[in-house]
């Protein structure tokens, strides 16, 4: 077995696509944001030597549009439902281009696995994936980069897998130390959507309390808003003891190096009050 089983540095960072695309309008990539997270990741990566990083992106303007239109998540049976499918397909892959051009003029080593092209879903759930290509980018110090994506599924046909839910999948295999979820908000509000009140800590416990302050998203998401996040989130931490989900918003500048070097700022998600490191 790889030594990052039990790597203490290997986080997951995903990066929003409300953070890095408009989410309102279509097509529309945040070039000059891209540019600065690559720049924070780059500060990190560079001075940490033992530092592994998995990063994922959401698709915000470019695949949610289209897989509303088509209800590409739900299923895909038709010629217009399959037409759509490979539409969703596009749209993902052209902003993942993006990303990937943007990190490599930062000068990072990035190198992105398309999860159309290695998983196989049931019901909406991964069920095959070799993730022996990932193992190996990571154990040559390479930057993998997964995103959100459609996906061939045996029950569905064709559907719609989030970042969450590949980090999900991912964690059995390569447990990561903490889970980043960079956004354009400051974590989970306990007022949204004045949102002037920040929940620093959320764990099972406190879910019910908080859980009438969970909004959707402002924008098109079809793969749920920050109720869905939250909840997936807290999935994992109790079945992944000591692991920790942070949400925090990657829009002000420095905030991204911040979590990646072990700051918990924004919302803290874990398994209880105890598991705080």
């Not at 029950?155 to 969450?164: A, F, K, P, V």
């Not at 130390?177 to 354009?184: K, T």
């Amino acid at each position: 077995m790889s030594n990052i089983e039990n790597h203490p540095s290997l986080y997951y960072l995903k990066l929003g696509g409300s953070l890095i695309t408009e989410k309102s309008r279509a097509h529309v990539a945040r070039q000059e944001v891209l540019s600065r997270l690559a720049d924070e990741i780059g500060s990190v990566f560079t001075n940490q030597k033992e530092f592994m990083l998995i990063i994922g992106h959401g698709s915000g303007s470019f695949g949610h549009i289209p897989a509303k239109r088509y209800g590409t998540r739900a299923g895909v049976a038709s010629p217009e439902g399959w037409r759509g499918f490979a539409e969703v397909w596009y749209e993902a892959t052209s902003l993942t281009r993006l990303v990937v051009d943007a990190f490599y003029a930062a000068g990072l080593p990035v190198i992105s696995f398309s999860p159309s092209a290695s998983v196989t879903s049931l019901n909406g759930q991964v069920k095959i994936w070799d993730l022996n290509p990932i193992r190996a980018a990571l154990e040559s110090g390479l930057l993998p980069v997964v995103h959100g994506d459609v996906v061939f599924d045996e029950q569905r046909g064709g559907t719609i897998l989030s970042t969450e839910d590949l980090f999900a999948y991912l964690a059995g295999y390569l447990p990561p130390d903490r889970i980043l979820l960079a956004g354009l908000e400051e974590g989970v509000w306990e007022d949204y959507p004045k949102c002037t009140r920040l929940i620093p800590t959320i764990t099972p416990a406190s879910l019910p309390d908080i859980l009438p302050s969970l909004g959707g998203s402002d924008a098109t998401d079809v793969t749920g808003g920050m109720l869905s996040k939250v909840q997936q989130s807290l999935a994992l931490v109790q079945k992944h003891p000591g692991l920790h989900v942070q949400v925090f918003s990657g829009a002000a500048p420095g905030n991204l190096q911040r979590a990646l070097t072990g700051e918990p700022i924004g919302t803290v998600l874990r398994a209880d009050l105890q598991d705080m490191q």
